[in-house]
T-cell receptor, first 111, second 114 residues
Framework: RKEVEQDPGPFNVPEGATVAFNCTYS??????FFWYRQDCRKEPKLLMS???SGNEDGRFTAQLNRASQYISLLIRDSKLSDSATYLC????????????FGAGTRLAVHP | DTGVSQDPRHKITKRGQNVTFRCDPI?????LYWYRQTLGQGPEFLTY????????KSRLLSDRFSAERPKGSFSTLEIQRTEQGDSAMYLC????????????FGPGTRLTVT
C-alpha cells in the first residue's frame, strides 16, 4: 500500500463546476501537508499548504483531518486553466525533509 | 531566471552507459533534493543535501546511483551502467534554510534508456 493515496482520475468537469479531491495518508508521523499542481510535462509547483484548521486561497479550500488521516482539496468555479494534475503531498518533519507524493489526480475542465 | 535549473533537459542513452545530470539550486537555498518521476506516478524521493552534506538517501538509490554537492552549491546525479528501468524524469528541488517549507522544483531532466 502506498503511503499517500489519492482518488483515481481523470475528473472531467465543465467550467464553473465545483470539484473535490480526496487523499489519505498512512503514516501518523506525517507533520506537514500540501497540495502541489503539475501541468503536463512541467515541474510540480506548490498550490497550497494544508492546516488542521482548514485554509482557503481564493477558489481553493484545503482541509485536513488528522484523526482520519485524510486531506481534501475543493476547487470552486472551475476555470479552463485549472486543468492539471493535483498531487497530494505529506512530509514528516516540517517540510524540510523529503516530500512524499501521491500519484496525483488529473483534472480536465472543458468549456 | 533565478529559479532552479537543470541540465540537460533531455538525455537519450544506450543501456549500460553512464549519465550525469546537473542541478543548480536557487542561490540562497541550502537544501537540495533529487526526485524521480515515472509516467502516471508522483515524484519519488531519491536523496537530500543540506549544504554539502548528504543527509538522507532513499532505498531507490541503488549502488549505481551517486549524488554529490561539492561546496554546497550545484549538485550532480550520476547513474552508472544505466538500465531501461532508469528511464524517468529526474527532478531537482531546493528550499531555504528557514521560513517557507516550499520546495521549488526545476524543470527536470528526462532520461530515456534504449
Amino acid at each position: 500500500r502506498k503511503e499517500v493515496e489519492q482518488d483515481p482520475g481523470p475528473f472531467n468537469v465543465p467550467e464553473g463546476a465545483t470539484v473535490a479531491f480526496n487523499c489519505t495518508y498512512s503514516n501518523s508521523a506525517s507533520q506537514s501537508f500540501f497540495w502541489y499542481r503539475q501541468d503536463c510535462r512541467k515541474e510540480p509547483k506548490l498550490l497550497m499548504s494544508v492546516y488542521s484548521s482548514g485554509n482557503e486561497d481564493g477558489r481553493f479550500t484545503a482541509q485536513l483531518n488528522r484523526a482520519s488521516q485524510y486531506i481534501s482539496l475543493l476547487i470552486r468555479d472551475s476555470k479552463l486553466s485549472d486543468s492539471a494534475t493535483y498531487l497530494c503531498v505529506v512530509s514528516r518533519s516540517g517540510g524540510y525533509n523529503k516530500l512524499i507524493f501521491g500519484a496525483g489526480t488529473r483534472l480536465a475542465v472543458h468549456p | 531566471d533565478t529559479g532552479v535549473s537543470q541540465d540537460p533537459r533531455h538525455k537519450i542513452t544506450k543501456r549500460g552507459q553512464n549519465v550525469t545530470f546537473r542541478c543548480d539550486p536557487i542561490s540562497e537555498h541550502n537544501r537540495l533534493y533529487w526526485y524521480r518521476q515515472t509516467l502516471g506516478q508522483g515524484p519519488e524521493f531519491l536523496t537530500y543535501f543540506q549544504n554539502e552534506a548528504q543527509l538522507e538517501k532513499s532505498r531507490l538509490l541503488s549502488d549505481r546511483f551517486s549524488a554529490e554537492r561539492p561546496k554546497g552549491s550545484f549538485s550532480t546525479l550520476e547513474i552508472q551502467r544505466t538500465e531501461q528501468g532508469d528511464s524517468a524524469m529526474y527532478l531537482c528541488a531546493s528550499s531555504p534554510k528557514t521560513g517557507s517549507y516550499e520546495q521549488y522544483f526545476g524543470p527536470g531532466t528526462r532520461l530515456t534508456v534504449t
